[in-house]
């Protein structure tokens, strides 16, 4: 997630990025198999949509984790995404078509809200769709999933914190927050529409220093939402992140939920990015090699 955290939720734009690890959906003999909740949902509906198929189905998302914890990149979203391709192609279908893919991210954010209603399923669309994805809700639907172009001047790192988060618990914590002080939630919702907003534009316009301008505001934004709530979604190694890539020309801000999991910093030059790079070395900081906007749903 690069942009919209939270705010997504409320209507507002997001922009999302996929990323170059995969989970992989195969047919095996092996009848003790068996698929993560979310995407044995996606199976069941895209049967449904489709037709039966017979045989066992595994997902290894075995790359999606480290020292078998999740890295917060989506293993769920991507495990739906490639069994919503898997049954597609099956059925003859072109897993290079556009069209399958709108198709795929249709199953396989079905079959995941069914399980994870809380999020979003701007995570699906990045799996499903590959590259770089303007998504939006409205009334809680999909009103748009599309590739959009990310400025090729911007270097992008992305940090784990080493710590997992789960989405849904900082999600309720949110809604109760709400519940219990709806003028003041609304103070922080519209002021992350409104961030969310110009973080977003200015992406699509390719402005480097303004998108590095809102990463920094948004991230703030973030944890201002937090301390409301009464969570820790910008965490002290989330925020230890963002210092030091603001003391190397850049911005750092949680990617997704926060709390723990991972963090996006956005940099105006590669050689900016790199002295980021040795700075993580020095502070015992483990940034993931990682390429952003790689291919979607595909068959190998």
């Known amino acids: 997630m690069i942009s919209g955290e939270y705010a997504v ?70 495990a739906s995404a490639a069994v919503a391709g898997a049954l597609l192609a099956t059925h003859g279908h072109d897993l290079n078509d556009p069209t399958v893919q709108q198709r795929a991210l249709e199953l396989a954010l079905a079959g995941h809200k069914a399980i994870a209603p809380e999020g979003s399923g ?85 402005d480097v220093a303004a998108v590095i301008a809102a990463a920094r505001a948004y991230g703030l934004g973030m944890g201002q939402l937090g301390r409301s709530a009464g969570v820790d979604i910008v965490t002290a190694e989330l925020a230890a992140i963002a210092r030091l890539a603001e003391q190397h020309g850049g911005a750092a801000k949680p990617s997704g939920a926060g709390g ?16 980021f790079d040795a700075a993580c070395v020095e502070a015992g900081l483990d940034r993931l090699s990682l390429q952003l906007g790689a291919p979607g749903v595909r068959a190998e």
């Open 122 to 206: 701007a995570d699906v669309a990045a799996a499903s769709l590959g590259g770089f994805v303007r998504f939006r809700l409205e009334n809680g639907k999909l009103a748009e999933a599309v590739r959009v172009q990310f400025p090729a001047a911007l270097a992008t790192r992305v940090v784990w914190t080493g710590k997992e988060a789960r989405t849904s618990e900082f999600v309720r914590a949110v809604r109760a927050f709400e519940a219990r002080d709806a003028r003041a939630f609304g103070f922080l919702r519209d002021d992350l529409i409104d961030r969310a907003a110009h973080f977003a534009e200015a992406i699509e316009r390719g």
């Open 9 to 78: 939720l409320e209507g507002a734009v997001a922009i999302v990025a996929s990323v170059d690890v995969r989970a992989h959906a195969r047919w095996t003999d092996d009848s003790s198999a068996t698929l993560p909740p979310e995407a044995r949902e996606t199976r069941k509906l895209a049967e449904l949509a489709l037709g039966a198929v017979s045989g066992t189905l595994a997902i290894d998302a075995g790359d999606l984790r480290k020292s078998g914890r999740k890295l917060g990149l989506g293993s769920s979203a991507a």
């Open 260 to 275: 723990g999991d991972v963090a996006i910093a956005l940099f105006p030059s590669v050689d900016a990015a790199l002295t």
